[in-house]
């Protein structure tokens, strides 16, 4: 994304080893816990909550066992999800950018229109995104946030520098949220806004980019 670091976004990494707070999630600090964002908890529940979904989505697919095969990495794309959405609402919210539903379900008509009805929409967000029906809504917000928050901070998404400024601010609000992830699902890259683990550049989350496939059983 960015030739002049070494990866998408990364500068120096924040190193969370010597923290306080960061005994593992699954541990004595915060049993039952995927991650803590900004002193607030992700259940693991929660996590697989969002994974079954999607699953049982795919099962009502007729490609059901091609989605399964290439999703394999849906519980870390959930956590991903979850905790990049909180990283995003702390970006906007510094930069002043709020989303109301109205805006949300302009986005929701005009995705509908592009896939051809709701039934369209609802296959394009599973086999695109991993995301099932009752998570749209929730998903096409970011699709609102992110724009807006680079336009509040006068960037263009579709220049490399305007990628850049927006992805400094997301750093940013990465670090501050202190973000500690269950070392089960891996360790969260402030530099880059992403799980160790999973491979999902930020920009991804709201262009409609095909998640990448890995091995199943993640």
């Known amino acids: ?10 500068v120096t990494a924040v190193s969370l ?3 306080p707070l960061l005994t593992a999630c699954g541990g004595e600090a915060h049993p039952g816990a ?3 964002v900004g002193g607030e908890r992700i259940e693991v529940s929660t996590v697989q909550a969002q994974t079954a979904d999607v699953r049982s989505a795919q099962r009502d697919s ?3 066992e091609e989605l399964v095969k290439k999703s394999g990495q849906l519980t870390r794309a959930k956590l991903h999800g979850l905790i990049f959405g909180q990283v995003l609402d702390r970006a906007a919210k510094d930069a002043g950018v709020s989303v109301s539903r109205k805006e949300v379900q302009q986005v929701r008509t005009a995705a509908t229109a592009q896939s051809g009805g709701d039934e369209g929409l609802r296959t394009v967000m599973l086999e695109q995104r991993w995301v099932a029906p009752g998570q749209i ?3 096409l917000r970011k699709e609102v946030q992110l724009p807006k928050l680079a336009q509040a901070l006068g960037a ?7 990628q850049q400024v927006v992805g400094d601010a997301l750093t940013k609000a990465s670090k501050a949220l202190h973000i ?8 969260w890259d402030d530099a880059k806004v992403q ?4 491979q999902a550049p930020w920009i991804s989350q709201v262009t409609a980019v095909r998640p990448e496939e890995a091995e199943a059983g993640a």
Do not use: F, K
């Open 1 to 10: 994304m960015h030739r002049r670091r070494r990866t998408a976004l990364a």
């Open 17 to 19: 080893v010597a923290a």
């Open 34 to 36: 995927a991650a803590v």
């Open 62 to 64: 007729e490609h059901s």
């Open 137 to 139: 809504e929730e998903d």
């Open 156 to 162: 263009d998404l579709q220049s490399p520098e305007g």
């Open 180 to 187: 500690d992830v269950n070392p089960r699902y891996g360790t």
């Open 195 to 198: 799980l160790s683990t999973y």
